[in-house]
């Protein structure tokens, strides 16, 4: 009787862990594929962040990036033909980018291109030098030589949500001289190249070619970006930007 009694206890323990394991599986199967169950989970695809570039910017840009330059503005816009994009600040310290801060922004409003033109309504694709700084507001403590004059006014014949757009501006060095108040008419590159690419303050929507951000982000950008570290942007949609030809 004993040994019978114990082969029954072991016979029930087998049975509960048998019920066990089988509740198991039913709980696993319900959370996945019930033909996968018991097979190895699928192997996740894993980016490498390479932390002496710029991520998501390809060859091709990151060699435009000056040896000297610890500072860079990224502007990864959403897509070709969208004026939604992200701003992201890196700063450089020794060999490694870090990411300093993030801000949602708006670029042209038809998207991007390699080839802009004077009211394509696409911003620049492109690595460009931050040199100037201005507005209509009182320099709120740039690094940048800060020009502020009421010249800069949004014509009043705009929409009214556009009228603040240019109290902080920072001129993106396309196809403008440095040194110069950013809303200089100078363009080496002729009139048909357009100009007066700016980073300015957002309205909430796509823009002739600038890149905008908050009023917050860009009083932080003018406080942080500094001539000594060389600042520059690096602009474009991320497929562009990623290009490495």
Not at 87 to 96: A, D, E, F, K, Q
Request: charged share 25%; net charge positive.
């Amino acid at each position: 009787m004993r040994n019978g009694g114990a082969w029954r206890a072991m016979a029930v323990t087998a049975a509960l862990g048998s019920l066990l394991t089988s509740l198991t599986a039913c709980d696993g199967a319900r959370a996945g594929a019930g033909s996968d169950v018991g097979k190895p989970a699928p192997r996740r695809s894993v980016t490498t962040v390479h932390p002496t570039r710029i991520p998501d910017v390809g060859d091709r840009w990151q060699r435009r990036i000056p040896a000297d330059s610890r500072q860079v503005v990224a502007v990864y816009g959403d897509g070709k033909d969208s004026p939604d994009s992200t701003v992201v600040l890196y700063t450089r310290h020794g060999s490694t980018w870090d990411r300093v801060r993030s801000w949602p922004a708006h670029n042209g409003k038809r998207g991007w291109t390699t080839d802009h033109h004077e009211g394509d309504n696409r911003s620049p694709v492109g690595v460009f030098t931050l040199s100037d700084a201005g507005g209509v507001l009182t320099d709120p403590g740039s690094k940048l030589p800060y020009t502020r004059s009421a010249a800069f006014a949004a014509p009043r014949w705009w929409a009214k949500s556009y009228w603040h757009d240019f109290d902080y501006v920072i001129a993106i060095d396309y196809n403008r001289v440095e040194g110069t108040p950013p809303n200089d008419p100078t363009r080496p590159l002729g009139d048909a190249k357009g100009g007066g690419i700016w980073l300015h303050m957002d309205h909430g929507s796509g823009t002739s070619a600038c890149v905008s951000v908050s009023e917050s982000a860009m009083g932080y950008l003018l406080r942080t970006l500094d001539p000594d570290r060389h600042p520059v942007v690096v602009m474009g949609d991320r497929a562009d930007l990623k290009d490495s030809r």
